[in-house]
């Protein structure tokens, strides 16, 4: 006899729509550690620019552990924005870090700051950020312990319905922030 994983099962019609499903409700896979979360996120980039993933969503603390800075993310990046219709939406409670660790992205973003959106939750926000990626295809990257990295990433339905309610919680309540330029006298 033969156990079914029903995770495994290819359905031709989205559960809660009726239409056709973008992706099988696979649970993706896991990984631990700097490494393996880097070629996640690597992984991610790199599906939705071939792809042409209309838009992602990123969320972090302070986005100091994405691989944001290398020169081969910053391109796919590139790759990706030159589609029609793209927007990158990006939430932190500190842009900071990006701007001393990733001078790649910041260079990146000020070329490409009409598709980008950078937003810091308000001040009353006081609890951790969640770390992930969303995108419309439907994709999501979820870290569940920041401190060694470990989380999991693909296509399951009720993992990146939960990643939208929090991501777009967060974005409800939040402003502006990490402009392209600096002003000043």
Known sequence: ????????????MDDV??????????????FEGQVEFAQSLRAAM?????????RICWCDEDFGAWPLGEAEFVSQLTHWARGPGRELVMIAH???VIE???????????DWG?????????ETHTEPLPALWIDSDDQVLRVFDREHLRGRIGFDR????RAREDFDAISQRAGPGFSVGTLGL
């Open 1 to 12: 006899m033969t156990i079914e994983d029903p995770a495994e099962r290819v359905s031709a």
């Open 17 to 30: 729509t009726g239409l056709p499903a973008a992706r099988p409700a696979t649970g993706g896979h896991g």
């Open 46 to 54: 790199a599906l939705a620019s071939e792809e042409g993933t209309r």
């Open 94 to 96: 500190d842009y900071s």
């Open 100 to 110: 001393r660790r990733h001078p790649r992205f910041v260079a990146w973003r000020r």
């Open 114 to 122: 009409h598709v980008i959106q950078c937003l810091v939750p308000e």
């Open 158 to 161: 009720v993992d990146r319905q």
